[in-house]
């Protein structure tokens, strides 16, 4: 089988299709590739398709050759010197029309540069620059997080001591109440509330509470009371007098003068300890 052409253009193969093939370096080009139509390729003779040379080949010749011996043509002076007139009509050379491969990457590459110098880098530098920014903010707020951070744990470190605190204090101030409570028991285990007893400028609390002890029969002397006052009314338009608050010296001493009470109201159903027993006039009461 035979081996198939790869064209340099384009590098495919060459099948059934018009070619042309260097005369100098032997590279063969599909005439496409060579941007020649069929009608122009019918056109060439075999001369001029033997002396063909790429356009490579081409340049290379244009940069080593010598134009010293090419004779100079006198300008005709134009009737305007602004315009240019041709004396020739442009003709179209075929043999060195087309262009390699290797021309069209260079084209390609330098267009590619230009447009990347002339459009992509100055939108790279702006956002190099905005990245660069970026970055420093980022490590301000980094920098900036981290203190917030440091200052968090040193708040959360006192707020936990703060509730431990708080919870002893909590813990004391119920045992403080529960011994409050209980003084406030103990202060009042040997109190007693006479209730009833007309109000009088002159009176004498502690010579009504010994009267009631004596109609009772349970002995109060002077020392056995610390402290006799009538209380604050709750309702200051209540026309019901003042009650008396009586404390004694002890809480034994209490118990026996209410035991007493007691057994006095048991025994006289029909006279009831009241304000006659207390040497008072009036209703009784």
Not at 40 to 49: P, Q, R, V, W
């Amino acid at each position: 089988m035979a081996t198939l052409i790869q064209c340099a253009g384009c590098l495919d193969k060459i099948k059934d299709t018009p070619f042309l093939r260097c005369s100098r370096c032997d590279a063969v080009f599909h005439h496409s590739c060579l941007n020649i139509s069929l009608k122009d390729y019918a056109a060439m003779t075999n001369e001029i398709k033997a002396v063909w040379l790429c356009v490579l080949c081409c340049s290379r010749d244009r940069k080593g050759g010598d134009n010293s011996d090419t004779p100079v043509r006198v300008a005709s002076t134009p009737q305007h010197g602004y315009v240019t007139h041709r004396t020739k009509t442009r003709v179209v050379d075929h043999s060195s029309s087309c262009v390699s491969a290797e021309g069209i990457r260079d084209i390609i590459r330098e267009e590619l540069q230009n447009l990347f110098k002339m459009s992509f880098l100055p939108k790279l530098m702006e956002v190099q620059n905005a990245v660069s920014t970026l970055e420093s903010s980022l490590s301000f707020f980094n920098e900036e997080l981290e203190r917030i951070r440091s200052v968090q744990g040193a708040q959360s470190a006192t707020m936990k001591q703060l509730e431990r605190e708080c919870e002893d204090l909590r813990v004391n101030n119920r045992g403080l109440m529960a011994k409050v409570a209980f003084l406030d028991q103990q202060s009042r285990s040997s109190n007693i509330e006479i209730q009833c007893v007309p109000e009088h400028k002159q009176e004498n609390l502690m010579n009504i509470v010994q009267q009631l002890g004596r109609t009772i029969k349970c002995a109060i002397g002077e020392n056995s009371i610390q402290h006799c006052s009538r209380m604050a009314k709750l309702n200051s338009t209540s026309p019901r007098p003042r009650s008396i608050l009586v404390r004694f010296n002890s809480q034994r001493l209490r118990d026996e003068f209410l035991a007493c009470t007691t057994k006095f109201n048991k025994s006289n159903q029909n006279d009831k300890l009241n304000t006659s027993h207390l040497g008072i006039g009036g209703n009784k009461k």
